[in-house]
Structures are given as structure tokens and as C-alpha cells.
């Protein structure tokens, strides 16, 4: 990967084929889920952390929450899903961002890495793998490759804003 940098107005970074498709395939379980009937993924932490309640004391108060907000939540999530899958090459390549698809970009980098952190029990005091021969070494080292992505693309956004090129 080559991180984002800002060029103009634009941000653009280089993905790998295998960063895209790994990108590409993390959209889809996103998707999926997401997606997925309410009574489906009741109590699946990754919904709790992506859609987390209103009110943590007060459970009626946090159903009427969930009630007013979830539909909207869902739709913007599925909106910057859209976005990030029509910026993504699909073969890898050059991804080429104007600020609105920044935002979405950095969204939904978000909502991967705490899906997956979620799903890896990611800590504090978690490190990054050291063998990567293991599925968890791996999917550790795809949430740390995210952060590095995420980053980079703050690190181009906050660039901007200091006024700097």
C-alpha cells in the first residue's frame, strides 16, 4: 500500500490487488450484516458496537432509541459502503478521493476495524501478530494493516486543514 496523500484536492493512496480484494471482501461481510434481519443478528456484538443503544440503565429508553435512530444508521452505513466499494479498484490500483468521499472512506474503515476488533476481541494491550501462519495472525494483521490505511488517510485529511500541501 501506498498511504494516502493529499494531491490537490484530492487524496489518493495505492492498494495491492490483495489489499483491495481483502478490502473488497470485508465490504461484503459488512454488507451482509448490516443487511441482515433485525431478529438475525439480535445480540451479535458487532451490531452492539456498530449500533451501540441509546442508554445503557435503561432498556426501554434504549428501545425507543434504537427505534427512532437504527433505519438512518443503517442507510448512512449502507451509503458509505457504496461509496467505498465504487472508489475501490477491484484489482488494486490508485484510489483517487474528494473530501465528501474521504469522510465516507473513513467511516467505513471505522466500522471495519471495530467489526473486526470486535470479532477478534481486539485490547489495549493487543500486538500485532508475529506469525502470521495462524487465520487469527492473519485477521490480527489485516486490523492492524486497516489502522495503518485509516491513518494515513487522517493523517492526509488533517494535512488539508493545517493549511499545508
Known amino acids: 500500500m501506498r498511504p494516502f ?4 484536492d484530492e487524496l489518493v493512496a495505492r492498494l ?3 489489499e483491495a480484494r481483502i478490502v473488497a471482501l470485508l465490504l461484503d461481510q459488512l454488507e451482509q450484516l448490516l443487511s441482515a434481519e433485525v431478529d438475525d443478528v439480535t445480540g451479535d456484538p458487532v451490531i452492539a458496537r456498530l449500533l ?3 442508554h445503557r440503565s435503561d432498556p426501554e429508553i434504549a428501545a ?16 458509505d459502503l ?10 488494486g490500483g490508485t484510489v483517487r478521493l474528494d473530501p465528501e468521499e474521504a469522510a465516507a472512506w473513513l467511516r467505513t474503515s471505522n466500522d471495519l ?9 481486539i485490547r489495549e494491550d493487543t500486538e500485532p501478530p508475529e506469525d502470521l501462519g495462524s487465520e487469527e495472525g492473519q485477521q490480527l494483521a489485516v486490523y492492524y494493516w486497516l489502522t495503518g490505511l485509516q491513518g494515513s488517510l487522517v493523517d492526509a485529511l488533517a494535512t488539508g486543514r493545517a493549511g499545508r500541501r
Open 113 to 121: 476495524r471495530l467489526a473486526l476488533g470486535t470479532r477478534l476481541d
Open 82 to 91: 457504496a461509496t467505498v466499494r465504487a472508489g475501490l479498484p477491484p484489482d
Open 64 to 79: 425507543d432509541y434504537r427505534e427512532m435512530t437504527e433505519s438512518t444508521l443503517r442507510s448512512g452505513k449502507a451509503d
Open 52 to 54: 451501540p443503544a441509546g
Open 5 to 8: 496523500r493529499r494531491r490537490g
Open 16 to 18: 495491492e490487488p490483495a
